[in-house]
């Protein structure tokens, strides 16, 4: 039987073209993040399942990527549940194995902890355009910090990145996890269906408010508190401001701290933005993890209909590893996302280093060999790029593609 060439389905090989464009996508996040004071940190691609399956990852935990025992802990004929099989799982985000790291090692971290960490996750998804089952994500982190700061550095720093890389015009919607509660509770919902009418929520922005009454009907719930929910969101729509006018609505409902914090960082992120961005308040901005506790945000691309990345607070994690809460922040940008608009928009790496081609013909011999690879390690030091390489047969096509991939200047040596 044939190997196959194929990668596994869901995953992809990466072209010089593209991985020259992801290198440079990662030099930027990592220098515009330590700017802000950011740390890299690096986790193991698996983590232990009971990390992954503690109900904090929402909808993901269903698509983990389990890991059996091994050698004689592997007993297949003895096994009568999951749990005698499988002893660890692929990383699904980045966020359960940074709150394990920290757990692990804050005695020899500073407070707060400002994390960036940048590697390949792993999901059990349906493959499709931009979604794979491999792919990477840029994390920024702040643990320890438990005021709006955290928010608004993470916003302040994500932004400035992505308005580096060209994109202008973009927003960052932003929402309450305790909104979302409170108008709920205020509707008539009871506190054991919130998750499912999140859920029902987070699909507006494709089947609308009608669409969203139409399914909340079908799971049962109660007319009149499908009426009073969605007046909220016409109420929002229609206020000059709809943080204002939901605590107003809202209140006995909702801590009054909310509204202050939102409208705080709201305000200062805008007066102090270095990119072409708006600040939007969504009440319908949902994010699927269930680890979020309060503000929650999303990089949101109108002009290409995208999302590019998002985030929020998490404070109530890092105790589940160590039976104390620590308040926790993150902001997570879709990198693969990003690579893909980026390819498509005809993006070239800016300012790179001049690039030589060096052919060689054959039977060169080994004096001259030596003088061109001694040259060439000069024109290396002085900061340009040289490729040496033996003369095709068919030169005219070998300098073509040379051409096509940025060698502007070669240089043929012959041996007379």
């Given at each position: 039987?044939?190997?196959?060439?194929?990668?596994?389905?869901?995953?992809?090989?990466?072209?010089?073209?593209?991985?020259?464009?992801?290198?440079?996508?990662?030099?930027?996040?990592?220098?515009?993040?330590?700017?802000?004071?950011?740390?890299?940190?690096?986790?193991?691609?698996?983590?232990?399942?009971?990390?992954?399956?503690?109900?904090?990852?929402?909808?993901?935990?269903?698509?983990?990527?389990?890991?059996?025992?091994?050698?004689?802990?592997?007993?297949?004929?003895?096994?009568?549940?999951?749990?005698?099989?499988?002893?660890?799982?692929?990383?699904?985000?980045?966020?359960?194995?940074?709150?394990?790291?920290?757990?692990?090692?804050?005695?020899?971290?500073?407070?707060?902890?400002?994390?960036?960490?940048?590697?390949?996750?792993?999901?059990?998804d349906r493959p499709?355009?931009?979604?794979?089952?491999?792919?990477?994500?840029?994390?920024?982190?702040?643990?320890?910090?438990?005021?709006?700061?955290?928010?608004?550095?993470?916003?302040?720093?994500?932004?400035?990145?992505?308005?580096?890389?060209?994109?202008?015009?973009?927003?960052?919607?932003?929402?309450?996890?305790?909104?979302?509660?409170?108008?709920?509770?205020?509707?008539?919902?009871?506190?054991?269906?919130?998750?499912?009418?999140?859920?029902?929520?987070?699909?507006?922005?494709?089947?609308?408010?009608?669409?969203?009454?139409?399914?909340?009907?079908?799971?049962?719930?109660?007319?009149?508190?499908i009426e009073k929910?969605?007046?909220?969101?016409?109420?929002?729509?229609?206020?000059?401001?709809?943080?204002?006018?939901?605590?107003?609505?809202?209140?006995?409902?909702?801590?009054?701290?909310?509204?202050?914090?939102?409208?705080?960082?709201?305000?200062?992120?805008?007066?102090?933005?270095?990119?072409?961005?708006?600040?939007?308040?969504?009440?319908?901005?949902?994010?699927?993890?269930?680890?979020?506790?309060?503000?929650?945000?999303?990089?949101?691309?109108?002009?290409?209909?995208?999302?590019?990345?998002?985030g929020g607070r998490?404070?109530?994690?890092?105790?589940?590893?160590?039976?104390?809460?620590?308040?926790?922040?993150?902001?997570?940008?879709?990198?693969?996302?990003?690579?893909?608009?980026?390819?498509?928009?005809?993006?070239?790496?800016?300012?790179?280093?001049?690039?030589?081609?060096?052919?060689?013909?054959?039977?060169?011999?080994?004096?001259?060999?030596?003088?061109?690879?001694?040259?060439?390690?000069?024109?290396?030091?002085?900061?340009?790029?040289?490729?040496?390489?033996?003369?095709?047969?068919?030169?005219?096509?070998?300098?073509?593609?040379?051409?096509?991939?940025?060698?502007?200047?070669?240089?043929?040596?012959?041996?007379?």
């Open positions: 039987m044939a190997l196959s060439k194929k990668p596994v389905n869901g995953m992809k090989d990466i072209l010089p073209e593209e991985m020259q464009i992801r290198d440079y996508v990662q030099q930027v996040i990592k220098e515009t993040y330590r700017s802000f004071g950011f740390t890299p940190i690096e986790t193991p691609c698996m983590e232990n399942i009971a990390n992954l399956s503690n109900k904090q990852g929402g909808e993901n935990e269903k698509l983990i990527f389990k890991v059996m025992k091994r050698g004689e802990k592997l007993k297949v004929a003895e096994a009568k549940e999951e749990a005698d099989l499988v002893d660890f799982g692929m990383r699904y985000d980045l966020t359960v194995p940074l709150v394990r790291f920290y757990s692990n090692n804050a005695n020899d971290l500073p407070s707060p902890f400002k994390a960036i960490q940048m590697g390949n996750v792993w999901r059990a499709q355009r931009g979604r794979y089952r491999q792919f990477m994500q840029c994390d920024i982190d702040i643990i320890g910090e438990p005021t709006n700061l955290a928010e608004i550095e993470l916003i302040l720093a994500t932004t400035t990145t992505i308005g580096k890389l060209g994109f202008k015009n973009f927003e960052i919607r932003i929402n309450e996890r305790r909104i979302l509660k409170a108008m709920a509770a205020y509707s008539g919902f009871a506190e054991e269906d919130f998750d499912t009418v999140f859920i029902i929520l987070d699909k507006m922005d494709k089947i609308g408010l009608d669409g969203v009454a139409e399914e909340l009907e079908k799971e049962g719930y109660a007319k009149e508190s929910y969605l007046t909220l969101f016409k109420g929002v729509e229609e206020a000059e401001n709809g943080i204002k006018y939901l605590a107003k609505t809202l209140e006995g409902y909702l801590d009054p701290e909310v509204e202050r914090n939102l409208l705080e960082i709201i305000d200062t992120v805008e007066g102090a933005k270095a990119a072409s961005f708006k600040m939007v308040f969504d009440p319908t901005l949902v994010r699927g993890m269930s680890y979020y506790t309060g503000t929650i945000f999303e990089i949101s691309m109108p002009e290409l209909g995208a999302a590019c990345g998002g998490y404070d109530k994690m890092v105790g589940k590893f160590t039976g104390q809460d620590v308040p926790a922040c993150g902001f997570s940008i879709g990198f693969e996302r990003i690579i893909l608009l980026l390819m498509e928009s005809g993006f070239t790496v800016p300012t790179q280093r001049p690039k030589v081609a060096y052919l060689i013909e054959k039977g060169c011999p080994a004096e001259k060999l030596g003088e061109i690879i001694g040259k060439a390690q000069e024109e290396r030091a002085a900061g340009k790029q040289v490729l040496v390489v033996r003369m095709n047969k068919n030169k005219k096509f070998q300098k073509e593609k040379l051409d096509a991939e940025g060698y502007k200047e070669i240089i043929e040596f012959f041996n007379k």
